[in-house]
C-alpha cells in the first residue's frame, strides 16, 4: 500500500506503517459486515486496535460498543468526546470491490466501516499528540435502527463529557471537502408501520372478501398527498414508504397486508402534522376499503442543529489542516436521520460530512448495493476530528 492513499496535506500525520494499519482495518470491517447490536466480531476487532494504543482505559458498554480514553496533557482537563458508528445494513452488496462483504445480505452501504476506522484512526492521532484534555474514542453500535446512541448514553459513560464530536462520509463531495455547517444538517427520522386487515377470498371472487392489497395500494399513494397538500410549501418534510408485504399466492386475496416507512422533519410542528396526517390518512382508507387498520408510529431520533460554537472549532481544524477552501456547504436540506443527535440533545457538539468521492468518481447514494467510500476519506476524517477534539479541549479549558 502506497502513501498516495493520503491526501497531500495530511502525509506529516500518518507513517507508513498506521496509514497500512488503517487500510486493513477497513478493509476489515468491509469485508465482514454485521447488523445492528450484532457487530460482535466487529467490536472484537475494534477492541484489539485500540488496546495497542495502551489507552488509560478501554472498555465495552452497551453490548456491542467500545469505549477507549486517550489521556490528555492536563490532568483534570475538560473531556471530549468523538463517535464512529459500526453496524452495516441488510443488502446484497454489488460494488464489485476486491474486499466486499463476504457476508450475504449484509454491507456497509452507509460507510461505517471507514467511520469506524477514522475514528481508531483519530485515537492515533491524538495518543502521539494529546488534546489538553482527555479524549473518549466511542465506538457505537445500531445507528442504522437508532437505538445505539441512547444505549451508549444509558450507560453514563459520557455523564462528564464536556463536548462530542462526529462525522459521516459523503459521495456527494469529493476526498479533502469537508462541509461544516452551523444549523440543520439532518433531519428529525420516525417509523410507522400500519396493517391493513380484511377478509381473505378467492382471487377469481373478490366479492365475497374485503381486499387489503387494493386498500394498501389506495394508501400509499395517498400518503404522499401529505407532503404535496397538507404541509406548508415551505416547511420541509419527507414521507416514504420502504416496505410492502402481503399475500402468499397470485389467485388468493389476502386477509392482511403490512406497510412501514418512515416520516422525515424538521420542526416540531411539521412533525406532529405529519404523523397526525399518516393516522387520519390510513383510517379513512381503511374504512373506505372495510378494512381494519392498525398503526404504530415512533418517535425516532432528534434532528441535529449544529451550533456556532462547536462548528466554529470543527472548521478551526479543517482549515488549519487543509485549508479554508476545503470547507464547503451543504446547499441542500438533508433529510436523512443521524442518532448522533441524541447525544447533542444532552452534551454540546457538532456533526460534520467528510467527502468521499474520488476524483472523477460518481455519485453513488448512501444505503445502495454499490455505495463505498474513497479510502483516502479515512485520512481525512481521523486528522479532522482528533484535530476538532483538540481545538475543542483546548477552547473549554480556558471557561
Not at 410542528?269 to 405529519?274: A, G, K, S, V, W
Request: hydrophobic share 40%; with cysteine.
Amino acid at each position: 500500500m502506497s502513501q498516495s492513499n493520503v491526501p497531500q496535506e495530511l502525509k506529516q500525520f500518518f507513517p507508513k506503517e498506521v496509514q497500512e494499519s488503517l487500510i486493513r482495518l477497513r478493509r476489515h470491517l468491509h469485508q465482514n459486515p454485521e447488523l445492528s447490536f450484532k457487530e460482535e466480531r466487529t467490536s472484537q476487532k475494534l477492541y484489539e486496535e485500540l488496546a495497542q494504543l495502551n489507552p488509560v482505559e478501554l472498555v465495552r458498554v452497551a453490548g456491542t460498543g467500545v469505549v477507549a480514553r486517550i489521556k490528555g496533557r492536563n490532568p483534570g482537563g475538560p473531556t471530549v468526546a468523538v463517535r464512529g458508528d459500526i453496524d452495516a445494513l441488510p443488502i446484497q452488496e454489488a460494488t464489485g470491490l476486491e474486499f466486499a462483504s463476504q457476508n450475504d445480505g449484509v454491507m456497509h452501504a452507509c460507510g461505517h466501516d471507514v467511520h469506524a476506522t477514522w475514528t481508531v484512526g483519530a485515537a492515533h492521532l491524538l495518543a502521539k499528540d494529546p488534546a489538553a484534555g482527555d479524549v473518549l474514542i466511542i465506538l457505537q453500535p445500531a445507528e442504522e435502527i437508532a437505538k445505539g446512541a441512547k444505549a451508549i448514553l444509558d450507560t453514563g459513560i459520557l455523564d462528564k463529557v464536556s463536548a462530542i464530536f462526529g462525522a459521516h462520509v459523503d459521495r456527494r463531495f469529493e476526498v479533502g471537502q469537508v462541509v461544516a455547517d452551523e444549523g440543520a444538517v439532518a433531519a428529525a427520522a420516525d417509523m410507522f408501520e400500519i396493517e391493513l386487515v380484511g377478509k381473505g377470498a378467492h382471487g377469481a371472487r373478490p366479492q365475497e372478501g374485503n381486499d387489503p392489497v387494493v386498500g394498501m395500494a389506495a394508501l400509499i399513494s395517498t400518503l404522499q398527498t401529505i407532503v404535496s397538500r397538507r404541509l406548508d410549501p415551505g416547511k420541509a418534510g419527507v414521507i416514504t414508504v420502504g416496505t410492502v408485504r402481503a399475500g402468499s399466492a397470485p389467485n388468493i386475496i389476502p386477509e392482511t397486508a403490512m406497510l412501514m416507512g418512515t416520516i422525515r422533519s424538521f420542526d416540531p410542528e411539521t412533525r406532529n402534522l405529519l404523523h397526525s396526517e399518516v393516522k387520519n390518512i390510513a383510517n379513512s382508507i381503511a374504512e373506505t376499503f372495510r378494512l381494519k387498520c392498525n398503526i404504530k408510529s415512533e418517535y425516532g431520533t432528534p434532528p441535529i442543529n449544529n451550533p456556532a460554537e462547536p462548528i466554529s472549532w470543527a472548521r478551526q481544524a479543517v482549515s488549519a489542516l487543509l485549508g479554508k477552501e476545503a470547507l464547503v456547504p451543504l446547499d441542500m436540506l438533508n433529510m436523512g436521520g443521524e442518532d448522533f443527535a441524541c447525544y447533542m440533545k444532552k452534551i454540546p457538539g457538532c456533526f460534520i460530512r467528510i467527502g468521499a468521492r474520488e476524483p472523477g468518481g460518481e455519485i453513488i447514494p448512501a444505503h445502495s448495493s454499490k455505495f463505498h467510500a474513497a479510502e483516502e476519506s479515512i485520512f481525512v476524517g481521523a486528522a479532522v476530528l482528533a484535530e476538532t477534539a483538540r481545538v475543542a479541549s483546548t477552547a473549554l479549558s480556558r471557561t
